[in-house]
């Protein structure tokens, strides 16, 4: 399938350096290797080499979901992909399932839960930030462009510390400050057997969530992802210097009704 007008495209520089446009008719993109025209991508075939005016070539490519999230406008910290895939199958997130997060942040989480649940699913998001809000659904839009195999997506903004939220849902995902003072609506809203899973950066919110499962909730367990790169060039095999490390705790439960 090649490229068209208004279609999300990572351009790749031969040092592996990424860059995130959409391309349009009559459009340009600017860097230091010259501007390149979107016409010049437009109607190429993906991983084709197009060439700016100064002569320099870049890789054409559909962005992945990971690199999207990697590159896409912010407001509020993303979770990263080395999350979201352990996040999806501790949730066990599933085709067809009814969805509730807060909050939204910038989308990325909202993005890979969509996709998850797919078109017979539900994402019920909400955010009490409008700013958060606005950029989150304008990134899921970008990137979903429409597509009809992903979830339907009920944004909203919302407290869910205050508000009284009336959903009915299969599964449950935080990235909140303080997930504890959300499980009210949480008993509302999950059914029995469903499981809540809530992402925090640090040990006190970890200690203070559990404490507030010990009622109601049962198989209660918390743990994190590391991930480590490696660098393969010729002999030369050996980890990377850098790695991405903690960036969160999950904290997964299920639900009972005799709690």
Known sequence: MTFASGDLVLLVDRRGRRYLITVEEGGVFHSHHGPLDHDAVIGQQESALVETTM??????????????????????????????????IEGDIFPG????????????????LLRAVGPKGSVHTFDVREDFHRKAVKNIER?????????????RLGDLYEDTIEVEVDR???????????????????????????????????QN???????GWNMVRSFETMQRGWTVEGLSVRPDHRMVAHTGFLVVARRVIDG
């Open 55 to 88: 002569g320099r070539k870049f890789r054409a490519f559909r962005p992945t979901l990971a690199e999207f999230v990697l590159k896409m406008p912010r407001g509020a910290q993303v979770i990263y992909p080395k999350d979201l895939g352990p996040i999806l």
């Open 172 to 206: 449950v995902v935080f990235d909140l400050t303080e997930p504890w003072r959300a499980l009210h609506n949480v008993e509302r809203c999950l059914r029995p057997g469903g499981i809540l899973l809530s992402y925090v950066p640090t040990v006190p919110q970890v």
């Open 143 to 155: 990137y979903t462009n429409n597509d009809p195999n992903y979830g339907s997506l009920d944004a």
């Open 97 to 112: 399932a009814r969805v509730l997060e807060a909050g939204t942040g910038s989308g990325s989480l909202t993005l890979a």
């Open 209 to 215: 969530l559990v404490g507030a499962l010990e009622r």
